[in-house]
């Protein structure tokens, strides 16, 4: 028996000859994600603007206003935020703490909404709570930035010393782009936004970073191998060489992500949304977005030839690449 084949081995698809549509749909979802950011914001969790999340199970759906009613009534609670996890009887009750609340003032708040909610709607049950301080949120906010920001740079870094300038650039930028639309996702939904999704933001990054490395790694050795041929040519086969094993990693675990996300808990359903929308942009931004960026960078066919040898091909009157013409 065969083993099946996602892809050909002999499969030839152009993807650079549709790069400019490719780049003006990134680039275009890029800027809505930015507006989106700046417009409507983030739902930020009690990780980074502290407060106390107390988790309720009802017995039948309630509307979410006759809730907020009820909770912005108890003495000393009130600017509730109410908000459903996945099925209309799971209730998120958030509400705000003083920076310098104790956990006893923390506990009795938690205490107040459990028993408000017991005695409006019988049969709820409070399934958890969380509380975090107003100061230790600012301290994870922080965390999780520096950790986006040192992420993005080691990275290029890395990418420049091991490869070339125009690699580095286009890993940076692809990596922008996969971030850039995970973030718009989330202001455009309003999910929750919290330390879950920072480290899903991190798992794409890894994930994309390692399929661009992929096609970048192929691309290098078919720069010393085919060293006329034109760029978007090897730069198409680079992709196409690479691309069985991009498709069948990209749908296995999609495949897994797209289980947790209608069978997997509510806790965890804005992280699983994350790392599926980032599997989705990452093998995308790696096909088009990383390789196109190493067209229009210039990339020269003897970036990885020793220069003994490139002088030695000019000598013979070896032929050349006419960059002029190049799109």
Excluded at 187 to 202: G, H, M, Q
């Amino acid at each position: 028996m065969r083993p099946l084949k996602l892809v050909p081995d002999d499969t030839n698809i152009p993807f650079l000859k549709y790069r400019n549509i490719a780049m003006a749909l990134s680039v275009g979802l890029i800027v809505a994600s930015i507006v989106l950011c700046i417009v409507r914001g983030f739902n930020l969790g009690i990780d980074f603007v502290g407060g106390q999340t107390v988790r309720v199970t009802l017995a039948q759906p309630v509307p979410v206003e006759e809730i907020r009613i009820k909770v912005d009534a108890i003495d000393g609670l009130g600017g509730a935020t109410i908000q459903q996890f996945g099925s209309p009887t799971d209730i998120g009750i958030r509400t705000p703490l003083p920076a310098d609340a104790s956990d006893a003032a923390a506990e009795e708040a938690a205490r107040k909404v459990r028993v408000t909610i017991e005695r409006a709607y019988p049969g709820a049950k409070v399934s958890g709570v969380e509380s975090v301080s107003g100061k230790v949120s600012e301290e994870l906010a922080w965390a999780g930035t520096k950790a986006l920001i040192f992420a993005m740079l080691g990275i290029a870094a890395y990418i420049w010393f091991r490869f070339e300038w125009q690699f580095a650039v286009g890993a940076l930028f692809a990596l922008f782009h996969d971030v850039a639309l995970t973030l718009g996702f989330f202001a455009l939904t309003r999910l929750e936004f919290d330390l879950n999704i920072v480290a899903a933001i991190l798992t794409i990054i890894g994930y994309s970073l390692n399929d661009t490395i992929v096609v970048y790694d192929r691309i290098r050795e078919n720069l010393r191998k085919y060293r006329k041929m034109g760029i978007p040519e090897l730069l198409d086969l680079s992709i196409n060489e690479t691309l069985s094993r991009t498709v069948v990693t990209s749908l296995s675990i999609g495949i897994v992500l797209t289980i947790l996300l209608v069978l997997g808990p509510d806790v965890i359903f804005g992280f699983t949304a994350a790392m599926l929308l980032g599997i989705v942009i990452g093998t995308f931004s790696s096909v088009y977005v990383s390789a196109a960026i190493l067209l229009w960078l210039r990339l020269k066919p003897d970036s990885f030839v020793p220069k003994e040898v490139v002088a030695g091909d000019a000598i013979k009157g070896g032929e050349r690449v006419d960059f002029k013409d190049m799109p």
